[in-house]
C-alpha cells in the first residue's frame, strides 16, 4: 500500500510521459517493459522537502513500523551507495551534478499507465504533444523535459524487498525551465491545479484535420 503525495512546483527532467521508454532486454535475456517517468527534483529551499521525508518515512513505517522504518531511512533515504533501495536521493551524492542544481533531492517517478497529463489552462487534458483530448490544437502550455510542474506522485514501499519506489499519476504544467533531457491510487485534475486562476495560454490554433 502506498500514499499519494502531491507535489507544487518542482524541476522536471527526462521526462517521457506522452509516450514510453522503449522495453530492455535485461542480462538473463528477460524483458524489462517500458514506463512512462520522469525525474523530479527539490531544491534544499522547496517547501514540501520536509513533507517528501515524512511521507516515505510513514510508508516505510506502514510496513515495517516505526524503530524499523527509523533505521531504513537512516541507512537508505538519500544514500547514493543505496540507491537501489530508496527511490529519493541526495544530488550531492551523484558522480554528475545536475547542471543548476548542486544540492537537494531527486527521484524518478514511473507508471505502466500513461499519467494523467494537463496544460497550463485548468483542466485542459492531453494524451499527446500538443494537442487535447478532444483533438484540438491546446490553448495551454505543457509540459516536456525542464519545466517545473505540479505533480500527483504515489510512494510505494515493498516490505518483501525493502525498496521504496514512486509512482507518477498526473503532472501538469506550472513554468518555464531550461530543456532537460528525456522526452489503484491515481491523480485528479484537483491533485494537479494550483489555487491561481490565472495561467499561460497559447494562440489559439486551427483544429487537426484527421
Given at each position: 500500500?502506498?500514499?499519494?503525495?502531491?507535489?507544487?512546483?518542482?524541476?522536471?527532467?527526462?521526462?517521457?510521459?506522452?509516450?514510453?521508454?522503449?522495453?530492455?532486454?535485461?542480462?538473463?535475456?528477460?524483458?524489462?517493459?517500458?514506463?512512462?517517468?520522469?525525474?523530479?527534483?527539490?531544491?534544499?529551499?522547496?517547501?514540501?522537502?520536509?513533507?517528501?521525508?515524512?511521507?516515505?518515512?510513514?510508508?516505510?513505517?506502514?510496513?515495517?513500523?516505526?524503530?524499523?522504518?527509523?533505521?531504513?531511512?537512516?541507512?537508505?533515504?538519500?544514500?547514493?551507495?543505496?540507491?537501489?533501495?530508496?527511490?529519493?536521493?541526495?544530488?550531492?551524492?551523484?558522480?554528475?551534478?545536475f547542471e543548476d542544481f548542486p544540492e537537494g533531492f531527486y527521484f524518478q517517478a514511473k507508471n505502466k499507465q500513461q499519467p494523467l497529463i494537463l496544460t497550463?489552462?485548468?483542466?485542459?487534458?492531453?494524451?499527446?504533444?500538443?494537442?487535447?483530448?478532444?483533438?484540438?490544437?491546446?490553448?495551454?502550455?505543457?509540459?516536456?523535459?525542464?519545466?517545473?510542474?505540479?505533480?500527483?506522485?504515489?510512494?510505494?514501499?515493498?516490505?518483501?524487498?525493502?525498496?521504496?519506489?514512486?509512482?507518477?499519476?498526473?503532472?501538469?504544467?506550472?513554468?518555464?525551465?531550461?530543456?532537460?533531457?528525456?522526452?489503484?491510487?491515481?491523480?485528479?485534475?484537483?491533485?494537479?491545479?494550483?489555487?491561481?486562476?490565472?495561467?499561460?495560454?497559447?494562440?489559439?490554433?486551427?483544429?487537426?484535420?484527421?
Amino acid at each position: 500500500m502506498g500514499i499519494k503525495l502531491n507535489l507544487r512546483k518542482v524541476q522536471t527532467a527526462w521526462l517521457n510521459v506522452f509516450e514510453r521508454t522503449k522495453d530492455r532486454e535485461n542480462n538473463d535475456g528477460s524483458i524489462t517493459k517500458g514506463t512512462y517517468n520522469g525525474t523530479f527534483i527539490l531544491t534544499p529551499e522547496h517547501p514540501q522537502i520536509e513533507e517528501l521525508r515524512d511521507t516515505v518515512f510513514a510508508v516505510v513505517s506502514e510496513a515495517l513500523g516505526e524503530a524499523a522504518a527509523e533505521k531504513w531511512m537512516k541507512q537508505n533515504y538519500g544514500e547514493g551507495k543505496h540507491m537501489d533501495k530508496c527511490a529519493v536521493r541526495d544530488i550531492a551524492e551523484r558522480d554528475n551534478p545536475f547542471e543548476d542544481f548542486p544540492e537537494g533531492f531527486y527521484f524518478q517517478a514511473k507508471n505502466k499507465q500513461q499519467p494523467l497529463i494537463l496544460t497550463s489552462v485548468k483542466g485542459e487534458k492531453q494524451v499527446e504533444p500538443d494537442f487535447n483530448i478532444e483533438g484540438e490544437q491546446i490553448e495551454g502550455e505543457q509540459v516536456y523535459s525542464g519545466c517545473v510542474a505540479n505533480i500527483s506522485i504515489e510512494i510505494w514501499f515493498s516490505e518483501q524487498y525493502k525498496v521504496l519506489g514512486a509512482k507518477l499519476n498526473g503532472i501538469k504544467f506550472a513554468g518555464e525551465g531550461k530543456a532537460f533531457g528525456g522526452s489503484a491510487v491515481s491523480a485528479s485534475v484537483d491533485d494537479l491545479e494550483d489555487d491561481e486562476d490565472e495561467a499561460p495560454r497559447r494562440e489559439r490554433r486551427e483544429r487537426r484535420r484527421r
